[in-house]
């Protein structure tokens, strides 16, 4: 029983491009050959990205796909490879294929199929059958678990530790969310700790469409202990020498009764190389704070949905305020300075200030900015309907003029110059309607579209502590400190229209996040007037949110996928 050399390769694929996916595996698995690594993990259905919906009902794909896996098995020599895929049989699975010299060496079938939150899995797949064998692999049987696999306690994993094998594998997708990493690592070594066995943790990186993948990949030996892990939102291979021994004695030592097991089929793959006895240093990448993982996840979710959607730049609407600001900072940390664009476009009810911190924060970022003003267009409609109405058109109709005057310029920009454009609005807008609909919601992405205002804002602080060589904050603050204004009227402020946002946030977590009732939530203090009057605003908004953008999933239910609600629905709690 000696030491493994395994390889995480934690890559971020794109949905669809075989050819790529396969390219950056065939790279990946060189490194870890040349490196004298046993063993190179892939994540889950990394040839063809995750998750490909629709696309795996085209029988092309899935054909496309077997013949791509093809490809890395032929790329495999001394170092085998454990690589997600797609395979068919009388039904479809989410499979991972054990590769070494050529060949493909053994199939692994994922069992538990998740159907929550963002996930469709059982819409595609037929759950495999529990597993019938574990792989020798430079000496060390190994097992094979696919993602959810991991979440069942008396799952695949602890099924194939008591059939025999000394390193269990766990390839996934596993989608982020704040907080996610410390939620996975408590779960994975729970099942070390009761399988007896360490687990070798790949997890994808990268964005797809409103999902972040945050790497994270991790290395957890048979006492629950995290020996190595790879950086968080970054593309990475992490290399790790693991020992099986001290999890065979302690087997030995198992009052449960492993040896009663049935043992399961021993497939070999490949014998152990020849390398030098020193271990290769365990290299433990820190896990971000909270506050910097959701900055983190928000950065590389812009860029990717920009990169892999085939966008070069991308233009924001600068109002001043501090939701643009943030945008346009995440926007220039994601894709540099010299690919962002701003647009400032003041009304006569635009402050002087406002237009004052919109330059100034787009000097600091180093963002090219143009100014169009919306005065003579305004007026030019309020006639135009005045003469239609038989009156000046009413004060809600008229501030929605102006937002979608703003939407139509931005959209002018996008297809004058084919920039992407990022829309500005938060969670707590969305989330009460505050918001107009083919305004300041026409776009093509919604990068903080799952984020509190309040979280807008610790946002914004992080992100100026960051840069502490700069004279001034990077996002000025004036901008934090004003109250915030859609400004669409005079003296206007979001709390004419809303609760303060320290009150809102909470309510809106409470009913959205929580799924709690108007009593639970008024059961924790807050009073039950604005609590059923915030309620109402979110259940009356569900047919804006429809129409609006995807942007960056970052909290456990993201408005879209994660939280289905029908537009057409007379209930109420």
Not at 39 to 67: H, Q, W
Not at 215 to 224: E, F, L, W
Not at 278 to 296: F, G, S
Not at 360 to 365: D, F, Q, S, Y
Request: with cysteine.
């Amino acid at each position: 029983m000696p030491s493994l050399r395994v390889a995480t390769c934690q890559s971020n694929s794109v949905v669809g491009d075989l050819k790529g996916n396969v390219e950056r595996i065939i790279e990946m698995l060189a490194g870890a050959t040349e490196a004298g690594a046993d063993l190179a993990v892939f994540p889950e259905l990394s040839i063809t990205g995750y998750p490909p919906e629709d696309l795996l009902l085209k029988p092309r794909f899935i054909e496309d796909n077997l013949t791509s896996l093809e490809q890395v098995a032929k790329a495999t020599t001394t170092c085998a490879a454990v690589v997600g895929f797609v395979d068919r049989g009388m039904d479809l699975f989410n499979a991972a294929a054990i590769c070494y010299a050529g060949r493909t060496a053994g199939t692994y079938h994922k069992q538990v199929l998740p159907n929550y939150g963002v996930f469709d899995e059982q819409r595609y797949f037929a759950s495999g059958s529990p597993a019938t064998a574990v792989y020798r692999i430079g000496g060390v049987k190994v097992g094979v678990s696919v993602c959810e696999d991991a979440w069942a306690p008396n799952g695949p994993i602890s099924q194939q530790a008591n059939g025999g094998a000394e390193l269990m594998l766990s390839i996934n997708a596993s989608p982020y969310f704040a907080g996610k990493v410390k939620v996975r690592e408590r779960m994975i070594a729970t099942r070390a700790v009761d399988a007896s066995v360490p687990i070798v943790y790949v997890n994808q990186v990268g964005g797809q469409d409103e999902l972040v993948f945050d790497g994270a990949s991790m290395v957890i030996d048979s006492d629950g202990a995290v020996i190595a892990r790879a950086g968080q939102f970054i593309e990475e291979m992490l290399l790790c020498d693991i020992d099986v021994r001290p999890a065979f004695r302690k087997r030995l030592l198992d009052p449960r009764g492993r040896a009663a097991s049935v043992p399961l089929h021993v497939v070999p793959v490949s014998e152990p190389q020849q390398r030098a006895e020193t271990p290769l240093p365990r290299l433990k990448a820190p896990t971000l704070d909270p506050i910097a993982e959701v900055y983190a996840a928000l950065v590389i979710g812009a860029a990717d949905y920009v990169r892999k959607n085939g966008f070069s730049d991308v233009v924001v609407g600068l109002s001043g305020g501090v939701d643009s600001a943030l945008v346009a900072t995440i926007a220039v940390d994601a894709l540099g300075a010299n690919r962002v664009h701003a647009v400032s476009m003041p009304s006569r009810y635009s402050s002087e200030g406002s237009r004052t911190h919109a330059a100034e924060l787009a000097k600091r970022l180093g963002i090219e900015r143009r100014t169009t003003g919306i005065d003579e267009p305004h007026k030019i409609l309020e006639t135009l309907l005045t003469d239609s109405f038989d009156a000046s058109p009413a004060s809600l109709t008229d501030e929605n003029l102006q937002s979608r005057l703003r939407g139509l310029i931005l959209m002018a920009m996008s297809n004058e110059y084919g920039w992407l454009v990022l829309t500005t609005g938060n969670k707590s807008e969305l989330a009460v309607g505050y918001s107009t609909l083919y305004g300041d919601t026409a776009g093509g992405f919604a990068v903080i579209k799952d984020v509190m205002k309040t979280t807008v804002y610790e946002l914004c602080d992080w992100r100026n502590a960051q840069s502490p060589l700069i004279p001034s904050p990077l996002i000025p603050t004036e901008i934090l400190e004003k109250a915030p204004s859609a400004e669409l009227r005079p003296d206007q402020t979001d709390q004419d229209s809303l609760p303060l946002y320290d009150v809102l946030d909470p309510i809106l977590q409470a009913y959205i996040e929580d799924d709690l009732t108007v009593s639970e939530i008024e059961s924790l203090g807050f009073d039950g007037d604005m609590v059923r009057r915030v309620t109402g605003m979110v259940d009356r908004a569900e047919y804006k949110r429809r129409q609006s953008p995807l942007g960056v999933r970052v909290t456990p239910k993201a408005f879209g996928k994660d939280r289905r609600v029908p537009i057409t629905n007379a209930y109420r709690n």
